[in-house]
């Protein structure tokens, strides 16, 4: 069932865990990720960040999440990750997101309000909901690769209640892609966010290669939504190679290599979901 993003993240923080947010690049990751969801009897975000448009176009993409939100037997909610110009925000809009992240995160503070603030009036209005950003995620997703950087408490609070913002994505040492040594996550800061925040649902970024220990804490002290994007582009990539070791002079076969993506992505959401239930 296509469902809004608020209502599935209150579900998510009142029951104290967290819903998997999973990124789509074709149509195999998403028949993964919803069979996956389905299976375990789970709401799951689906979502596409501005970035990987030269990718996967946003006209084609977004009717088929759109379709599968639909026919889900979970609920699913459609977000737009790291929209960072008003053009695509509205684009993903028009076509059936109901939520939008706007990334405002290079931005000094007072902007990143302003702007966000902004979004949250024009997205309400037609009844979508809003992601914000404070402090620096690490690599690229966003656009430059950028370094890891902490928000400060006082930044976090200021957008989180001057913003509007539904959800609000916090940086507390946490970078995607992969991670070049173990991630070292700021818990206290984590604690100090959704003490000050109270029932904001606030959202981690760059989810692959974090432990399921340090997750599973995460959740604990307000996290209630997880991104995972590099862990399913990894499990797609790498079904070319398990496929291609299958192949033992057989005649080539897309639908094998299909129905091999879809495993290995159904794998990999299954996993997380697991750990996210906590
Ligand atoms: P990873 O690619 O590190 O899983 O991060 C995903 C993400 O945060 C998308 O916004």
Redesign the pocket.
Same mark, same amino acid.
């Given at each position: 069932m296509f469902c809004p993003f608020p209502r599935i993240l209150q579900d998510a923080l009142i029951d104290k865990r967290a819903v998997g947010a999973f990124?789509v690049g074709n149509m195999e990751m998403l028949i993964g990720i919803i069979k996956a969801a389905e299976d375990k009897n789970t709401p799951v975000i689906l979502q596409i960040?501005e970035k990987r448009f030269t990718h996967s176009p946003l006209e084609f993409i977004a009717p088929m999440l759109h379709a599968a939100a639909m026919r889900a037997k979970v609920d699913v909610a459609l977000e737009l990750? %790291?929209g960072c110009s008003l053009f695509n925000i509205r684009r993903a809009m028009d076509l059936n997101f109901n939520t939008v992240m706007y990334d405002g995160s290079e931005l000094p503070i007072e902007q990143n309000i302003e702007q966000t603030a902004s979004i949250v009036k024009e997205a309400h209005k037609r009844g979508v909901a809003v992601e914000a950003e404070i402090g620096v995620?690490g690599?690229a997703?966003g656009g430059a690769d950028r370094m890891a950087n902490c928000a400060s408490l006082e930044d976090i609070v200021s957008l989180g209640k001057k913003s509007g913002a539904d959800a609000l994505a916090v940086a507390i040492g946490n970078a %995607? #892609?992969h991670y070049k040594g173990k991630p070292q996550l700021n818990f206290d800061l984590l604690r100090q966010a959704h003490e000050a925040l109270d029932h904001l649902p606030l959202v981690l970024?760059? #989810?692959? #290669?974090i432990s399921p220990e340090d997750f599973k804490k995460a959740i604990g002290l307000g996290i209630a939504k997880i991104?995972?994007?590099?862990?399913n582009f990894d499990a797609t990539a790498s079904a070319a190679f398990t496929y291609a070791d299958t192949l033992n002079g057989k005649e080539l076969s897309y639908f094998d290599l299909n129905e091999k993506i879809i495993e290995n992505v159904y794998k990999c959401t299954c996993d997380h979901i697991e750990i996210f239930k906590v």
């Open positions: 990124n960040a990750d %790291h995620v690599g997703e %995607h #892609g970024h760059g #989810g692959t #290669g991104n995972i994007a590099t862990a």
